[in-house]
């Protein structure tokens, strides 16, 4: 990390303690806040290496607080395996580095998802259409992911139309977005875009994503979890549109 400047370190510090800080208000976020802010200053191939240890850790400590891990991975495990392959797909476009066009891609992902989640109906997916409509979604999740760092879509919005009680849901998300996590690292490595100073980093902001997380949960009850959430996409929709036009000019 010798290369790594005093305003780098703590700029990545800084966005990976306000990302745990939305997940512990939230119960999400960590990898949408993370990229945006990151994919701000630095190419999205740099902020998704950054990305990987602070997103793990976080989602597999999400994943593992509910009871039904099992039933929910055998219901799921077809969008999961579609996830993984997507991904590794995926990332061989973010792999190239084109800095200008991933950027783009990125600010296009943060937001359509911040629009949908403001914006967007509720849906309700039949029970006879997920078995067709999970490998699909998966597979569209992953390509997103590998392009452009962003676990979110459209794997979030499908989670939500399947009408799961709360705390599947948010076990749900958490084995979703830990597939993704892993399947980014594993495309990047393959990719050779993985590198290990980038990797030493990544472990290190760990430790303010869980300080973000232990200070949201402790404010939760403190400030409306709906009104949190709503500014944070707000915020997220403005700053997918600046991306998303930053080739242009």
Known sequence: M??????????????????????GVTGMGLPTV??????????????????????FVTNVWQLMAGPRLGALAARLWPML???????VLGAAWIARGDAETTTGLLGIA?????????????CRVPPRMERALSPLVGGATGLVTGATGVFVIPAVPYLQA????KNDLVQALGLSFT????????????????????ALLSALAVLPALGGMWAGQRVRDRISPAAFRRGFLIALLLLGCEMAARPLY
């Open 81 to 87: 395996l579609a996830i993984a392959l997507g991904t």
């Open 179 to 198: 597939a993704s996590t892993v399947a980014l690292a594993f495309g990047l490595g393959a990719h050779g875009a993985f590198r290990a100073d980038e």
């Open 34 to 55: 993370a990229m945006g802010l990151l994919g701000a200053v630095m190419s999205p191939l740099a902020a998704a290496s950054l990305l990987i240890a602070p997103s």
């Open 2 to 23: 010798s290369d790594v400047s005093l305003v780098t370190l703590l700029w990545v510090f800084v966005t990976f303690f306000a990302a745990g800080l939305v997940k």
């Open 162 to 165: 399947l009408n799961l009680p």
């Open 110 to 122: 943060l937001a359509l998802y911040a629009g949908v989640t403001l914006f967007g109906r509720q």
